[in-house]
């Protein structure tokens, strides 16, 4: 599995977040260009690329192009979090949650989740 650029990624989002099987290429273009104000060529090429990457197979049904995911979203996750892990943190542990210490996000209750894990392990 490769990294995929913000664009694709975006696209591989709104396909994930359906619970349909398969997705019309329109359906796609529609809330591409409502979300994001993408026209319909843009949105076409990125499809293209996603399938030539193995994120997803197309389908041809008359004048209809429908689009099933190959790759869901966990899998691409935890490719995307263990990349980032061992590029960035050289996979310490310590080194990520360190770079987090600082951000106002992170709450009581995530620290206290984080803890848990930590001693079910």
Do not use: C
Not at 99 to 104: I, K, N, V
């Amino acid at each position: 599995m490769k990294k995929i650029p913000r664009t694709e990624l975006q696209v591989m989002k709104y396909i994930w977040s359906q619970d349909e099987l398969r997705i019309a290429s329109v359906d796609i273009t529609k809330f591409m260009n409502e979300k994001y104000n993408w026209l319909k060529g843009t949105t076409s090429k990125t499809l293209i690329r996603l399938v030539e990457k193995g994120f997803l197979k197309s389908e041809k049904e008359g004048r209809n192009t429908f689009y099933y995911q190959l790759i869901n979203s966990g899998e691409y996750l935890k490719f995307e979090t263990q990349d980032f892990f061992s590029f960035m943190h050289d996979n310490s542990l310590v080194s990520m949650i360190s770079a987090l210490d600082d951000s106002s996000d992170i709450s009581e209750e995530d620290i206290k989740s984080l803890e848990e894990w930590i001693e079910s392990r």
